[in-house]
């Protein structure tokens, strides 16, 4: 028998807020934890459209791809690596998608 994992999708954890500064990054307290932690502009965006409904890394390397002018494929690397940033901080709950 053959089992395929099925994509999570992504979603903030209430327990950790952002605070967008006047030059585009941000800085999270975790309130699990009580640290802060900094974001720079890309993390930021990342942060912003998991909260508007992206949930998928496809989405986010989307928007990456598009919001900063580099390719799809580096998008998604980059999103991949802030994604394991983010669930190692805390940061993001995985919930597996509906079918």
């Given at each position: 028998m053959t089992t395929t994992q099925q994509p999570d999708e992504l979603e903030l954890n209430p327990k950790c807020l952002l605070t967008e500064l006047e030059d585009g990054t941000?800085?999270?307290l975790n309130l699990e934890t009580k640290f802060y932690h900094t974001?720079?502009?890309t993390a930021v965006m990342m942060w912003k459209a998991i909260g508007r409904?992206?949930?998928t890394k496809?989405?986010?390397a989307?928007?990456?791809a598009s919001e900063f002018n580099v390719g799809e494929t580096r998008a998604?690397?980059?999103v991949s690596v802030a994604i394991r940033?983010?669930?190692h901080e805390g940061f993001l709950l995985r919930r597996p998608v509906r079918l």
């Amino acid at each position: 028998m053959t089992t395929t994992q099925q994509p999570d999708e992504l979603e903030l954890n209430p327990k950790c807020l952002l605070t967008e500064l006047e030059d585009g990054t941000g800085v999270v307290l975790n309130l699990e934890t009580k640290f802060y932690h900094t974001l720079n502009s890309t993390a930021v965006m990342m942060w912003k459209a998991i909260g508007r409904g992206q949930k998928t890394k496809t989405e986010l390397a989307g928007q990456l791809a598009s919001e900063f002018n580099v390719g799809e494929t580096r998008a998604l690397e980059d999103v991949s690596v802030a994604i394991r940033e983010f669930e190692h901080e805390g940061f993001l709950l995985r919930r597996p998608v509906r079918l």
